[in-house]
Structure formats: structure tokens, C-alpha cells
């Protein structure tokens, strides 16, 4: 599904890196999530447009409305979740097999909306840690630190508003609800 699109949420991993003093994306520390808009870099030739993702191409911003679909990143342990917002293009798939009824989104540029309570990442070492991240990033991004019980509402409403999908239902009965 390929759709154009208002501004819909999802949730995304970032990384407290402590030697530069900044968010970075977990798998590469040289992708810097600024205050602002953070838009997808195109490495093809030629590149895709300023505001847009061809669909052949393999660039964008890659997150989900799913926390379990990201869950792999909490092995970093100055890991935040984010709510994010997202701009210009979307692109739905179901995750892999190995994620089972969550969804995989695609976008061409993102924005650090809220901050989701690490309590879903116990039992995944420094919860202090955890937390003090947590703080940093609302600290730097202005924003909340909000439980995902709120921001799973918040992307809910957006997904319906937006496609008309109900992110949640395949985990209904989940904790997720
Ligand atoms: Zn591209």
C-alpha cells in the first residue's frame, strides 16, 4: 500500500549517543535525529525527489506502529522509543513472519512527536538508564514522556484517520489492545 498521506504516527528506536551528545539511529550512529523534521538521504543514482520515495527504491525512514516489531533495538541500553510523526509518503507492509501481526511503515521524513515511558522495556537491563534516557530525550525534543497505553490511542486514531487500518487488531487480546 502506497499511499499519500497527512501525518499518521508510528514508533521508532533512538540511540543517546554519549560521546557526541546526541540521538542517533541504533544501526548507524552517523544518522543524527535532530529537533526538526529528519528527512530519508537517497543514495541511488539518480536520486529520488526532494519529497518523495520512488517505489523501487530502498531508501526512507523505516519504523512501525508496533513496539514489538522494534524490540531488537532495546539491546542498546541508552535506547528510547519515539513517537514520530510522518510526512509525504507512506508505505504499509505486514512484518515478517518472524513479527507476526504487526505492521512495517516506510516514510520520507520523520519528526520526534513524544517520548514512550520505558517500562515496557523491563526485564532489558539499566532501567535507570533507561529512564534518564527517556528524560534527556523530552528534555531535547520539548516533549512528553507519555505511557504507550496513551501513545498506542494516539497512533490508533492517526492510522484510521489516515488509512483506515486498525494497527492493533491482529495482536488483539495482546496487551497491546
Ligand atoms: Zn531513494
Redesign the pocket.
Known amino acids: 500500500m502506497n499511499t499519500k498521506i497527512t501525518n499518521p504516527f508510528v514508533l521508532k528506536t533512538i540511540v543517546w549517543d554519549e560521546e557526541d551528545q546526541r540521538f542517533c539511529s541504533p544501526d548507524r550512529k552517523s544518522f543524527v535525529w535532530g529537533t526538526d523534521i529528519v528527512k530519508?538521504i537517497?543514495t541511488?543514482d539518480p536520486?529520488?525527489p526532494d519529497d518523495d520515495?520512488?517505489d523501487e527504491?530502498?531508501?526512507?525512514l523505516y519504523g512501525s506502529p508496533n513496539w514489538q516489531a522494534i524490540d531488537e533495538y532495546f539491546r542498546y541500553p541508552n535506547s528510547v522509543m519515539a513517537l514520530m510523526k510522518c510526512y509525504n509518503v507512506l508505505n504499509i507492509w505486514t512484518a515478517p513472519w518472524d513479527i507476526p501481526n504487526c505492521y512495517v511503515t516506510r516514510t520520507w521524513g520523520m519528526r520526534v512527536a513524544h517520548i514512550v515511558k520505558p517500562d515496557v522495556m523491563k526485564d532489558r537491563g539499566n532501567m535507570a538508564q533507561r529512564y534518564t534516557s527517556a528524560v534527556w530525550a523530552a528534555d531535547y525534543y520539548n516533549a512528553r514522556v507519555l505511557d504507550l497505553a496513551v501513545i498506542n490511542q494516539i497512533i490508533k486514531i492517526s492510522w484510521n484517520e489516515v488509512c483506515k487500518i486498525d494497527p492493533f487488531a491482529k495482536l488483539e487480546g495482546d496487551k497491546n489492545g
Not at 527504491?57 to 526512507?60: A, H
Open positions: 530519508s537517497c541511488q536520486k529520488c520515495i520512488r527504491c530502498t531508501c526512507g
